[in-house]
């Protein structure tokens, strides 16, 4: 069951939502872990490992990852549990490599010098383009801010 639903477009905001209906997967055996999103504490993401019940039209066994946050989710399958540990540890190796490692250091202290109020221009690291467009958009409030206020006040 699949069907498109309306929309409309408001000044802010366009979607077009598509509703579909649920597939439900009966399990063999499964695992569950849930993560808090690093930045906003309530959101999570779901990660299931899970291997599903024999089908007719999937009668070789498999193993799926599924990884879940709001309303977007991946679904992975790998012909075997060592497939799929295998890629897992992969990803692992890489994130752990001093390349990564010394990259998310130097990444860190740029960020905490930013927080610090510390301006660092270094295109490697940060995103200059959105940085100047935000600064352009607080010096162009300011100056709108300014045009109401009286200018007695300041003479």
């Not at 069907?3 to 399990?27: D, G, M, N, R, W």
């Not at 498999?62 to 540990?85: D, Q, T, W, Y």
Request: proline residues 4%; aromatic residues 10%; contains cysteine.
């Amino acid at each position: 069951m699949q069907k498109e639903l309306e929309y409309t477009q408001t000044k802010t905001l366009k979607a077009k939502i598509t509703a579909s209906k649920p597939h439900f997967l009966q399990k063999v055996i499964s695992y569950r872990q849930t993560k808090k999103d690093a930045f906003k504490r309530c959101f999570r993401n779901d990660i299931t490992i899970f291997v599903p019940k024999l089908k007719p039209n999937f009668v070789r066994p498999c193993v799926m990852l599924h990884i879940k946050n709001g309303n977007g989710s991946v679904l992975l399958r790998c012909k075997n549990p060592v497939e799929l540990a295998t890629t897992l540890r992969d990803i692992a190796d890489v994130l752990t490599s001093d390349k990564w490692l010394d990259t998310w250091e130097e990444l860190t202290g740029i960020a905490n010098k930013i927080y610090e109020n510390e301006i660092i221009l270094d295109e490697r690291y940060v995103d200059i383009d959105d940085f100047q467009q935000e600064i352009d958009d607080i010096t162009k409030n300011e100056e709108e801010n300014n045009d109401y206020l009286p200018v007695s006040r300041y003479r």
